[in-house]
């Protein structure tokens, strides 16, 4: 699957990342995170996309471990 990411803010929304029905393959995430927070979001997003079947807490669950062991394999985020 072929994920594109794109930023914009989703304050109105009250969301820090989101899917849109139909484009499956497009992530908006917000940049105004930390970069940690913008690591779990595009994660999350990401888990959406590809286990649909996932209920929002085996999403969250999984998107907390997996940002928390790249995380500590030194992923940071470079700003542009």
Not at 22 to 34: C, E, F, M
Not at 58 to 80: C, F, G, I, N, Q
């Amino acid at each position: 699957m072929n994920i594109k990411i794109e930023e914009t803010k989703l304050g109105r929304e009250k969301a820090v990342g989101k899917v849109i029905p139909g484009n499956g393959s497009i992530i908006y995430v917000d940049p105004r995170q930390k970069s940690k927070e913008y690591l779990d979001t595009i994660i999350h997003e990401s888990l959406h996309l590809t286990c649909p079947d996932w209920t929002e807490e085996k999403v969250v669950s999984v998107a907390k471990s997996l940002t928390d062991v790249v995380w500590r394999a030194m992923y940071r985020r470079l700003y542009k």
